[in-house]
């Protein structure tokens, strides 16, 4: 007669507050964290440090520029970096005029001369060719800066960097060409404005967009399109580097800083 397999009492499954209650407090605490996380807590970081989970390191982080939203990145970037340039205007026309002028001037003397030539808009003379090129400028930083990462990532990775090292030369290779394609398209727009500043109440209070728009013919019929491209050379040699070792270092100790984690509060 076949053999009859002993009796085995299966296990009552447990209510879903005793499943609750019997899983640990730090797996508990750490998904509570990562749900703070995705909805933006304002005190995350603080849960994470309480939790020892890597504050710098989102579950939803951006990791390929085709999962972000680059058009609102450009419109907010340059609508925030447009703003800014014109909170600082007056501060750069009146630096630009004490470096041109031949005699020594305090920036209280410049101010004063300034503004007896010309009044308040001898401070906002050449911002046309400034809004003009750092919208364009900004569009350009913006986008290959985020274009070209994952390309310099990949490479990096193909001859064998990985990690920090990765991280590092390729964002330093990014803020490269980000600085070469900003510079690019605002150097024009550089030289006008700043031949623009040093002539505003010089010969009266000409408006600022006809100052322009002769300075725009003007070096036009004189030097044709290298005009605009004066000391272009010595522009891509103060910023090139700057912006490279800026991007490698955010992007190296960015990646360095993901793997750590805080100590417990």
């Not at 970096?81 to 909170?87: K, P, R, V």
């Not at 410049?110 to 911002?127: C, D, K, N, S, V």
């Not at 690019?184 to 031949?195: A, E, L, S």
């Not at 408006?207 to 290298?226: E, H, N, P, T, Y």
Request: proline share 6%; net charge positive.
């Amino acid at each position: 007669p076949p053999r009859r397999l002993p009796h085995r009492r299966c296990r009552p499954s447990l209510p879903p507050s005793r499943n609750n209650a019997m899983a640990t407090p730090a797996s508990d605490e750490t998904s509570e964290l990562r749900r703070s996380a995705s909805k933006g807590a304002p005190n995350r970081l603080l849960r994470r440090a309480s939790a020892g989970v890597p504050p710098f390191l989102l579950d939803d982080e951006v990791e390929d520029v085709s999962e972000l939203d680059l058009p609102k990145l450009l419109l907010f970037g340059s609508f925030f970096y447009t703003g800014l340039n014109c909170c600082t205007y007056p501060l750069a026309v009146v630096k630009t005029r004490m470096q041109a002028s031949a005699t020594q001037l305090s920036s209280i003397e410049a101010l004063g001369e300034l503004y007896r030539a010309a009044g308040l808009r001898g401070f906002y003379a050449g911002l046309g060719p400034v809004l003009a090129g750092a919208l364009p400028a900004r569009v350009g930083y913006i986008t290959a800066l985020e274009g070209t990462r994952s390309f310099w990532q990949s490479r990096a990775e193909a001859i064998g960097m990985a990690g920090t090292a990765a991280a590092a030369f390729s964002n330093g290779a990014a803020g490269f060409a980000a600085v070469l394609a900003s510079q690019t398209i605002y150097t024009p727009c550089d030289v006008v404005t700043q031949r623009v500043m040093v002539a505003s109440g010089s010969s009266g209070a000409a408006a600022a967009d006809q100052s322009a728009l002769f300075v725009v013919r003007d070096i036009w019929k004189a030097s044709g399109w290298r005009g605009f491209y004066r000391g272009f050379g010595v522009t891509l040699i103060a910023y090139l580097p700057g912006g490279s070792v800026w991007w490698a270092a955010y992007g190296g100790a960015r990646e360095a800083a993901a793997d750590q984690r805080l100590p417990a509060l």
